[in-house]
DNA sequence: GTTGTTCTAT
C-alpha cells in the first residue's frame, strides 16, 4: 500500500536529445530552472553510445514542471529536444532482460557478459562526494566489449621487481605477526571486559531518521539482523591492547635504566 | 551496502 505511494515524479525524460549531448550540457541547461538532483543519459548497453533520450531529475517537481515548460521543444546540439514527465522507475537489469529476451545476452560476444558485470559492481561509487549529482564520468570511453573477459586491466607489466617487493612486504609482514603473537595472550582479562562493555552498550536499534529524503524502496531485504558482536571488537580491541601493553612494557624496560641514573 | 540498460529511433 505504502509501497505504491510514489514521490512526486521530478524526472523529466527528454527525447530527441542529439548524440553529442552530454549530461553536463542537460544540467547546464536544465539548471537554470531548480536544483538538480541527477542527470542521467542511458547508452546503449553494448555500443555505449547515447540512445537519444535522457533524464533529469528535479529536486523540486515545480522546477522540473518550469523546465520542461521553458525547454520543451528547445534546440539543444542541434537537435529539438522533447520534454515529458518520466513515466516509471528506471528498469532494472532483470527487467530489461526479460523485456528484451534472452536471445540478445546468449549472443556470441556477449557470453561473458555476466561475469563482467558482475565484477564491475562494485567499482562505481567511492566518488568524493557524492553529496547530489552523481557523476559517471568515471570511465570516458568505456566499452563493455572490448574488456578481457573477467580481468580487468591490472597486469601492468608483472616485472620480477614487483613481485619481489610483495613477497617482501608479505615475509616482513608474517615475521612481525608471528612475534606479536608469540607475546600477547592476555585472553580472560580481555573476554571479561569485552563483556561488561558489551552489557553496558546499548542497542541503537530503533533510531528512525526520518531523513527528507525518498526512500521509497523499503529496506525489507535489509532487515536481516547483522549480529556483529565480540569477535570483530575483541579482536580490535586485542590489538590495540597488546600494543599498548607493549609499548607501556618497552616503556618500563627503559624505564629503570633512565630512572636510576 | 541504495542501483547507472528508465519511456528511443534506426
Redesign the pocket.
Known amino acids: 500500500m505504502s509501497r505504491y505511494l510514489r514521490p512526486p515524479n521530478t ?1 523529466l ?1 527528454v ?2 536529445v542529439a548524440d553529442d549531448t552530454r549530461s553536463e550540457d542537460l544540467r547546464r541547461e536544465f539548471g537554470r530552472y531548480g536544483p538538480i538532483v ?3 543519459v ?4 553494448y555500443t555505449r553510445r547515447p ?3 535522457a ?1 533529469v ?1 528535479f529536486e523540486d517537481v515545480r522546477d522540473a514542471e518550469d523546465a520542461l515548460h521553458n525547454l520543451d521543444r528547445k534546440w539543444i546540439c542541434g537537435r529539438q529536444i ?1 520534454i ?10 532483470n ?3 526479460a ?2 529476451g534472452r536471445n ?2 546468449s549472443s556470441s560476444r556477449y557470453d561473458d ?1 555476466d561475469r563482467y ?1 558482475r565484477s564491475r ?1 562494485r567499482s ?2 567511492r566518488r568524493r562526494s ?1 553529496s547530489r549529482s ?1 557523476d ?1 564520468n568515471y570511465r570516458r570511453s568505456y566499452s563493455p566489449r572490448n574488456r578481457p573477459t573477467g580481468r580487468p586491466r591490472r597486469s601492468r607489466s608483472h616485472s620480477d621487481n614487483d613481485r619481489f617487493k610483495h613477497r617482501n612486504r608479505s615475509f616482513s609482514r608474517s615475521k612481525s605477526n608471528s612475534r606479536s603473537r608469540s607475546k600477547s595472550q592476555p585472553k580472560k582479562e580481555m573476554k571479561a571486559k569485552s563483556r561488561s562493555r558489551s552489557a553496558s552498550h546499548t542497542k541503537t536499534r530503533g533510531t528512525s531518521k526520518t531523513d527528507s529524503k525518498t ?3 523499503s ?1 525489507s531485504r ?1 532487515e536481516k539482523e547483522s549480529r556483529k558482536k565480540e569477535p570483530a571488537r575483541s579482536k580490535s580491541q586485542s590489538r590495540s591492547q597488546s600494543r599498548s601493553r607493549s609499548k607501556s612494557r618497552s616503556r618500563s624496560w627503559t624505564s629503570p635504566k633512565s630512572s636510576g641514573h
Request: aromatic residues 28%; without cysteine.
Open positions: 524526472s525524460f527525447r530527441n541527477d542527470v542521467y542511458p547508452l546503449d548497453f540512445r537519444g533520450f533524464y531529475q522533447e515529458q514527465f518520466a513515466q516509471g522507475d528506471r528498469k532494472t537489469p527487467q530489461m532482460k523485456k528484451e540478445v545476452y557478459y558485470r559492481s562505481y561509487e557524492r552523481f559517471y526512500h521509497y524502496k529496506g535489509y
